[in-house]
């Protein structure tokens, strides 16, 4: 099979279809090839919660939230603690999202017909100091439909461009190859993989039917990370500032979101930077109905369940739920384990529980009010939540903590002492008795309910653990589960792809997730989360319109 465009992109998520627009809108042909199935249109996105990173919008004003871009900067800054050479593209690719995220942004998607939730979320608040990691305050923007959401209007808008005969797209063709010519690009190369009708993200046959080329002189490579491929996360393990690479892992993105494609940039002359560079979650679960192969889904937590390591000590202050993800990380690896609990009770899982992922929230993704408010406001948690409770793996639900402990004590070999865990329990529940505290965590959970979103919505009402009014009690077995690759293809703003020497590989250009979401590693070491969706919209568009 052959063919003949004036870009090809590689990868059919949410930066090359961003992209694809952005260039078929300037008149140019474009083919889209993806090793996946048309059913996998829209790729990683279609599973996300929505959320977008954007700075000092009408929804944040509404909740009275002061936000700004220098505030927005230096939260970002903090968090990302360049100081490589190599920085100096993830550095500038940071500054311009931060001003795209405060100016154009959310204007230029609401022209779509894209909106968002009223209440802004509040993701890694950081919980140290003002200088360090975290949110100073709410940015989380969930979009109503969720990630379909955030794909619909680049879909619509694709298919549009594809019945003009501006975009094409060739599915099921895995491209081994970036093809040059007298040093130029020239198009691309690969396999065609037989037909499959598995359904979305499910794993799909890699039986090679055919083979094929198409030219151009122009490539995008917006092919995803590598989370899917646990060989390659552990070969990329930042052991020496994390700790060693967990031996038990669970996945939260498809398997085929396997990294190949950053290799092969590396051999068409893109330099790869800032490998060890990721972010993996530590409140991952097993889901008990998966789609891909150790399908995880991972709790969104409110600020008030104990979080205990594998051998029963509560983490100290920032490792918070919903704090600090990579301290977090730190302080699990560090106990020799790779696991940690969760104790809470029913009242707080009922007001703070929430899964990752649009399949877990229908209510989001439907957009409709009526919908939601049913799923909220109803007896219980969240329907989905309420199914992980009582089908999940990972969680226990007994009357006391005797009981808890022995069901915690059924899934490991590391057993708990139940006296310690009722002695460390009680004495934050004796903060609870008056308004003053010296608890962090206590802290945390006062100044979470200061906010009028998470009061609302988010942040049960301060109250002991053990009372029994507010049972039963729940533990959650958490792992670690993978998620978002953060460095990768070197480029510029203009997502021309660099070689070793810094210079542009004329023709060849990459957004999204394989070059670290604008770059080569826009998030530095922590993401403020909201910024991965975003990324692939900000990066995508760059590319997008200066390609071709």
Known sequence: MTGKAECIIVGAGLAGLVAACELAARGKSVLIADQEGEQNLG???????GGLFMVDTPEQRRMRIRDSRDLALA???GSAGFDRKEDYWPKRSAEAYIDFASGEMRSWLSSFGMSWFPVVGWAERGGALATGHGNSVPRFHITWGTGPGVLKPFIDRAREFEKQGLI?????HQVSKIEKAAGNIAGVSGKVLEATSVARGQESSRKVVGEFRFDADCVIVTSGGIGGNFELVRKNWPVKRVGPAPKNLISG???????RMIAIAKRAGAAIINEDRMWHYTEGVQNWDPIWPDHAIRILPGPSSLWFDAQGNRFPAPCLPGFDTLET???ILATGHDYSWFILNQAIIEKEFALSGSEQNPDFTSGSWKVLLKSRLGKGAPPPVEAFKQHG????VRDTLDDLVTGMNELVDVKLDTAKLQAQIEARDAQIDNPFTKDAQVMAIRTARNYLGDKLIRTAKPHKILDPSKGPLIAVKLHIMTRKTLGGIHTNLDGEVLDAKGNTVSGLFSAGECAGFGGGGYHGYNALEGTFLGGCIFSGRNAGRNAG
């Open 393 to 396: 793996a990972d969680f226990v």
């Open 253 to 259: 993105v498809p398997r085929h979101v396997d990294g």
């Open 329 to 331: 990380l730190r302080q």
């Open 75 to 77: 939260d970002w800054m």
């Open 168 to 172: 094409r797209f060739a599915f099921r």
């Open 43 to 49: 790729g990683q996105a279609f599973w996300s919660l």
